[in-house]
């Protein structure tokens, strides 16, 4: 059987890989794809008939280049894994990300040689299993909706929260404030919390919740929780979804205390080296 072979895809290509894309939610239109190839082709890869793949870095500050997106037939995984590691040493990356699956699909990127970055817990919810939440900000806690001038304060509560490899950097984050629904706690003026969500054909996602240490335990985690959850049922969603880290107990029984139901399955993040040791030459235009 001959080796799945990825090659860069052309601006031509793009039009026989749009179809695939398009139901991913990865870009919002064709055009958002056709900037994304344009400011650097490598990362959009394609082979024969269905085959392709789709490259990212993963955060600003980390050499971590993500596979968004891998198309291809099981037997075919190491092959393109392989093939992405070398990717990505080329482009000064020095850990391949795999996109993230279901443990159940785990064994070949296993067997490529990958090993397990993280473990995630999914929760869902229908929109009938968590209407009429309700929930009062604590006493000095202020919700409002975010705005661009709340990127440093925001940037600054994610360091606090998160670690390397979760928190954003100004590049990520305006690019999801920009697409996705921005709320903030305040409390004295301060920034001590936000959410993002977003609704996408009925589907409702909350993307990131974070609370400042000092605060939690007060009710400001469960009060964004609620005004997001409640904001996506207002404007559509059939259901709403959620991730976060196996390990995190304090969210997980956040988020089953409004209703979420916690998935069995657990969701995978795995991770290579390529090979360079943390070299931190990066092309331009990732």
Not at 28 to 39: K, N, Q, T, W, Y
Not at 64 to 92: K, P
Not at 231 to 253: D, P
């Amino acid at each position: 059987m001959s080796a799945l072979r990825l090659h860069t895809a052309s601006a031509e290509d793009l039009d026989r890989l749009w179809p695939t894309l398009r139901s991913t939610h990865l870009f919002p239109s064709r055009e958002d794809l056709v900037r994304f190839h344009a400011s650097g082709p490598w990362r959009v890869l394609i082979g024969s008939t269905g085959r392709a793949a789709l490259l990212a870095r993963w955060r600003d500050h980390l050499g971590i280049l993500a596979v968004r997106g891998l198309w291809c037939s099981e037997h075919e995984v190491g092959d393109a894994m392989r093939q992405l590691r070398d990717t990505a040493a080329r482009q000064g990356f020095d850990t391949l990300l795999s996109p993230l699956l279901v443990e159940a699909a785990a064994a070949p990127y296993l067997s490529a040689g990958l090993s397990v970055r993280e473990r995630i817990v999914a929760f869902r919810a229908n929109a009938r299993g968590i209407e009429g939440l309700e929930s009062i900000a604590p006493r000095g806690i202020t919700l409002r909706k975010g705005v661009p001038a709340d990127i440093a304060n925001i940037l600054r509560l994610d360091a606090r929260c998160f670690d390397d490899f979760w928190r954003y950097g100004p590049k990520e984050l305006s690019e999801y404030m920009s697409v996705q629904r921005v709320v903030v706690a305040e409390c004295s003026a301060d920034l001590v919390g936000y959410t993002l969500c977003t609704v996408e054909e009925g589907c409702g996602t909350l993307g990131r919740l974070a609370v400042d240490s000092v605060h939690r335990r007060r009710g400001v985690g469960f009060a964004l929780l609620v005004e997001a959850l409640g904001w996506m049922v207002r404007i559509g969603a059939g259901a709403v979804s959620l991730c976060t880290q196996e390990a995190n107990e304090a969210s997980r029984a956040l988020y089953a205390s409004a209703g979420l139901k916690e998935q069995r399955e657990r969701l995978l993040f795995l991770q290579c080296p390529t090979g360079l040791g943390g070299s931190s030459r990066v092309e331009e235009g990732q």
